[in-house]
């Protein structure tokens, strides 16, 4: 059985950094998709970056380009979104999802996801 356990979501102020972190067991990932999404308060789920196991590729939603950087380590089985420079609207759960996704990064939805973590709450004070 696989699961995706999230951690590393807390409260932070504005303009401050937080690391999240994404745990997969049940399964070795070599090959697919990780991928970060958010939900915010009365808001839609919607994509913040993806990355490839195999070859390191990543994407990064335009909201958080220059301030969030996805990254991974095969040997762990562990994907992290390195979240600097917050904002009252990063503010959200943060979800780790799997799939065996190939196609382009930018054309990533949660649909191609097949396996979910329960998420973890971030919260950034102005």
């Known amino acids: 059985q696989v699961q995706l356990v999230e951690s590393g979501g807390g409260l932070v102020q504005a303009g401050g950094s937080l690391r999240l972190s994404c745990a997969a067991s049940?399964?070795?990932?070599?090959?697919?998709?990780m991928g970060w999404f958010r939900q915010g308060p009365g808001k839609e789920r919607e994509f913040v970056a993806a990355i490839r196991w195999s070859g390191g590729s990543t994407f990064h939603a335009d909201s958080v380009k220059g301030r969030f950087t996805i990254s991974r380590d095969n040997a762990k089985n562990t994907v992290y979104l390195q979240m600097n420079s917050l904002k009252s609207e990063d503010t959200g759960v943060y979800y780790c999802?799997?799939?065996?996704?190939?196609?382009?990064?930018?054309?990533?939805?949660?649909?191609?996801?097949?396996?979910w973590g329960k998420g973890t709450l971030v919260t950034v004070s102005s």
């Open positions: 049940g399964r070795t990932f070599s090959s697919g998709t």
């Open positions: 999802a799997a799939g065996d996704f190939f196609g382009l990064l930018p054309t990533v939805r949660e649909d191609h996801m097949t396996y």
